[in-house]
T-cell receptor, first 116, second 112 residues
């Protein structure tokens, strides 16, 4: 139980285009989702906290106009990288509080974004 | 934001040897978790230790937690080549509905 499905698993896009990443909670309602970014050989850095029905909370240094987060329903949160540039190439992963299970959190499988 | 340091940043050992990774954190926690990540892949949850626990075992894994020093260690015994991966600690804060905060990680290479 408590699965988060993240799509796409990888995407290549041209500079200047926008890319949308979706995270769906499959068997539970996720009022809050967390978005992380991971550069090669580095750790996961929290980008923002997404709350259903309200504006996301962004971490310091993360541009909210560049990384648009929408959490319109209890089962879907999306991250849109707008006007992507090569420096946005990274691994993006979402997470949600799981309603059961001893970890308390469940993670999507991640999206590898490459901007060319 | 990140909680703190993990050491070593990279560790290379021979198959069959034990691997020890350390993690330090800064704030009060509800629990601390260890995750594994193979290159370019998602996270695999390994083990969770609660703030009132001092040691926990799971198969070849042994985790310790010292809340007075705000530190934890992960020991992998009798390592295998398949254990080659990055290992991260992550802390769950005492406030509700907060995200996991990850350490910088240790890249473990187990040489067959």
């Amino acid at each position: 139980g408590a699965v988060v499905s993240q799509h796409p698993s990888w995407v290549i896009c041209k500079s200047g285009t926008s890319v949308k990443i979706e995270c769906r909670s499959l068997d539970f309602q996720a009022t809050t989702m967390f978005w992380y970014r991971q550069f090669p050989k580095q750790s996961l850095m929290l980008m923002a906290t997404s709350n259903e029905g309200s504006k996301a909370t962004y971490e310091q240094g993360v541009e909210k106009d560049k990384f648009l987060i929408n959490h319109a329903s209890l089962t879907l949160s999306t991250l849109t990288v707008t006007s992507a540039h090569p420096e946005d190439s990274s691994f993006y992963i979402c997470s949600a509080r799981a309603p059961r299970g001893n970890t308390g959190y469940t993670f999507g499988s991640g999206t590898r974004l490459t901007v060319v | 934001s990140q909680q703190g340091e993990e050491d070593p940043q990279a560790l290379s050992i021979q198959e069959g040897e034990n691997a020890t990774m350390n993690c330090s954190y800064k704030t009060s926690i509800n629990n601390l978790q260890w995750y594994r990540q193979n290159s370019g892949r998602g996270l695999v949850h390994l083990i969770l230790i609660r703030s009132n626990e001092r040691e926990k075992h799971s198969g070849r894994l042994r985790v310790t937690l010292d809340t007075s020093k705000k530190s934890s260690s992960l020991l992998i015994t009798a390592s295998r080549a398949a254990d080659t991966a990055s290992y991260f600690c992550a802390t769950d804060g005492v406030s509700g509905n907060t995200p996991l905060v990850f350490g910088k990680g240790t890249r473990l290479s187990v040489i067959a």
